[in-house]
């Protein structure tokens, strides 16, 4: 095994300087919201399209990552860092898929927890929420009418069961400040101990 380590196999002549690795990495790892999954298959396009690493490091680097405590995303960084480049490498890539994103965390924070004070900025955030429950109560709804939505009237009882069994546990769930996990494995529980009902047209 030579110098680049595991996969070696998928390296391309030279690989990355340090400071195409750096600009890469912080590039990807910071441009991206809502998951450092997005990140990775970004990188892996872009190391892959220059013949850096092949598919076999890249899933090498995946199991591993998974396997790690912390964030997937940057024990990957870290990886492809080391890969090329050793400690200067990893701890470079580490810097700059961590430090960006801790920043904007950081001024985030402060900017709404300074703007919150204003009637103005709560007014909004109020709005925000209102919608987003109307959302997910329309989401909920149109989940829940097949086990609710009566045939005709001879199942009408049933269905002023279902609506008072489904109410009451949603309460309870809003009562006990019930996480976003306990509300789904309650709406497991009860959608499989409920008989589905075919919606009439």
Known sequence: MNRAGIGDRGLGIGGPSLRELVSIVAYEANRTVGGGLVSIELL???FTARGWID???HGVFIA???FTPGTVV???VVMLGWR???WRGALLALAV???PASIIVFVLAVTLAQIDRYAAIRALLAVGILVASVLVLASAWHLLRPYIAPEGRLRERRTLVRVFVITGIAIALVAIGA???RVLLAAAVVSSALPVMKVSE
């Open 55 to 57: 598919a076999v490091a």
């Open 97 to 99: 898929a961590s430090i």
């Open 64 to 66: 591993i990552s998974r």
């Open 179 to 181: 996480t976003p996990v």
């Open 84 to 86: 090329f480049h050793r």
């Open 74 to 76: 940057l024990a990957y």
């Open 44 to 46: 892996r396009r872009r």
